[in-house]
């Protein structure tokens, strides 16, 4: 991570936050598992005001030019309250937001168009980045606050799913280089970190309610795969992907699927863990009690 | 061979199809193509073939998942996914047959929640989807374990001013 992807006032480090529609309601672990992390590691999160959807899949699908205009609506307010940097929990936000704002930049007749729509043309004063290499950023500076070996026993196969996964100039996203600072993380934690081949492959999120047998069988074999690897666990970085893991789970052997910031808080021993933990699908409480990690 | 239809998507799109040399690529490492009529390269053979009627009214152009892996793995950077948003805009505006109704049902409704609120409830998409596609009995189990489980917001979130956003949306197309 970039040290100027945050801000510093008075001494306390603020990021702003778009959270996006899922991490209001089904991926609400996630968001509520971030903000009570990066508070505990010194991160000041300022959300958005009055955010509005990416538009997500649907947008660019059926209409083109609001999977340009719903993102942009977006880039516009942060723009107008002067953010450099506005950060995602989701993969697919970001990538919305990311695509919205490369082509408009790149297209001055279609950025006019934005400005006689919301008011302002998109300049590219803000950056859409990625929760991911900030957070992990501050808890790897302040790793000793969390116990070193508290997850021993814990064998994760660590989920990245399809945007993660993709080279930079495909999707703006760069997944890959934080990798080797997780890899850190984890061996302080001494949680096995395994490689287990399909922690690329798409899960089928999109088409998890209109296709629901597709995304049945493709996530049925990422938990087989992760299991053959003796994983005990799935760690996943998307709401999407999290959602899927569990509703589309197969009805026997189903590993538990952690988010990643919910993984922090049980390291850091943060209150409201056992709360988000009771709220899956797939009960991780007997393995996390078992290995006494919470 | 008639190149009108070739020419017709270029114009909408980028034109990087033009590269694709058939290595298989895209389809190798698709993980919905078990559901596709034609593999994504065979769609870019039919467009260079003039099948206006073939592709438009193809499932894949729907199926398509939009997870990049097609992009990424392309030797020539063709990129499949915005030539599928293309075709799948082109179907629409030719009011052909959508041989995955559900589908395009399932973004219908996801943009009109957004249209309305300017956010998505996803409550009231997923009922609002199952009366479109009179599907109530599939997923009724998971859809009240999540329910148990807390996993759903139950009031929906709005912007501050849903009349004005959707007033400016809806007069922009």
Known sequence: MKAQTLRAVDGERVISFYPGCSLTSSG????????????FFGLRVQTLEDWSCCGSTPAHSIRGWWGLVLPARNLLLAESRGIEELMTLCPSCFVRLWDSREKLLADEQKNKRIQDLWGAAVRGHTRPVFFLESLLAVALEKVETLAPGSFRGLRIAPYYGCLLSRQRWVTGLDGHSPRTALGDLLKRLEAQDLKWGLEEQCC?????????ELSQRLVARIHQYARRAGANCLVVFCPLCHMNLELRAPSQEALPVLYFTELLAIAAGLPHTQHWLGRHLVDPKPLLSQLRIA | MNREFQEQVASKGDNSFASCFHCLSCGAGCPAVELMDWRPNQVIRMIQRGM?????????IWICIGC???????PNRVDIPSLMDTLRHMAIEEGVRVPEPGILAFHKEFLRQVSNRGRVFEVGLMMRY???????????????RMMLKGRFQLTPSRVENPREFKEKLGGSS
């Open chain 1, 28 to 39: 609400r672990e996630m968001m509520e598992s971030y903000l009570e992390v990066a508070s």
């Open chain 2, 52 to 60: 206006k009627k073939e592709v438009l009214e193809s499932r894949t």
């Open chain 1, 204 to 212: 089928g999120a999109g088409l998890a309610v209109t296709k629901p």
């Open chain 2, 130 to 144: 199952k009366l479109a596609t009179r599907s109530f009995s599939q997923d009724m189990g998971t859809g009240v």
């Open chain 2, 68 to 74: 990049f892996n097609c992009l990424d793995q392309c």
